[in-house]
């Protein structure tokens, strides 16, 4: 797959002009935080392994959370990107979209990413329990972390990420403009605030 840069100047070192910008299309299907209406529309590419998307989820997200998210003004939706060099992303994967199907993703998600230190050593067995922590029926996130029901779904996150120039974790889209790496809460804040004006 190639990576086409998404934000590169045009020749006369003009920045292009946003429909020359490719950027995440979000569907109802995508989950998401915060207001379905807010202004802003952050998109998360992320591995559940990949130790910048775990400072990310620790450094940066509770502060853009309190600040943009829950005050209504941006809504974060989380895509699937899991880098093969990662063994664990993939089940963690498999893991929050199994707990989305008793409509509990986001917390399979907090699980993983306050566990995020350690998951890469850790079983399908361990991964499991975490259902019942969470307090889902445990037998049917069993069968359906077993049969791996949602590869699709992941794959066709993967796909489209690749698409808009995806190339490693985390990779945001903050209404189309790219942000890559685990990024302090300003870098956040400068592009969210030019466009909430």
């Known amino acids: 797959k190639v990576n086409q840069p998404t934000n590169a100047p045009s020749p006369a070192g003009q920045p292009q002009p946003q429909a020359a910008i490719k950027k995440p299309e979000v569907t109802n299907a995508d989950y998401y935080r915060g207001n379905k209406n807010a202004k802003v529309t952050l998109v998360e590419y992320s591995d559940f392994e990949c130790p910048f998307c775990g400072r990310f989820y ?3 997200l509770p502060q853009l ?3 943009y998210i829950d005050t209504g003004k941006v809504k974060l939706y989380y895509r699937h990107y899991p880098l093969p060099f990662h063994p664990k992303a993939m089940p963690l994967a498999n893991a929050a979209e199994c707990a989305n199907d008793q409509d509990a993703f986001w917390k399979m998600h907090d699980k993983i990413f306050d566990n995020n230190a350690t998951v890469a050593t850790m079983t399908d067995d361990q991964i499991k329990a975490w259902a019942g922590d ?7 996130f069993n069968s359906c972390y ?7 779904e992941i794959d066709e996150d993967n796909t489209a990420g690749a698409a808009v120039g995806v190339s490693g974790t985390p990779t945001f889209y903050i ?3 790219q942000l890559v790496g685990a990024q302090p809460f300003a870098a956040f804040k400068a592009i969210i605030d030019e466009e909430l004006k």
Request: glycine share 8%; hydrophobic share 15%; net charge positive.
């Open 175 to 177: 209404n189309g403009k």
């Open 65 to 67: 959370k309190k600040d």
């Open 146 to 152: 077993d049969a791996k029901t949602h590869q699709k």
């Open 134 to 140: 969470l307090g889902l029926d445990t037998a049917s």
């Open 58 to 60: 620790t450094d940066t």
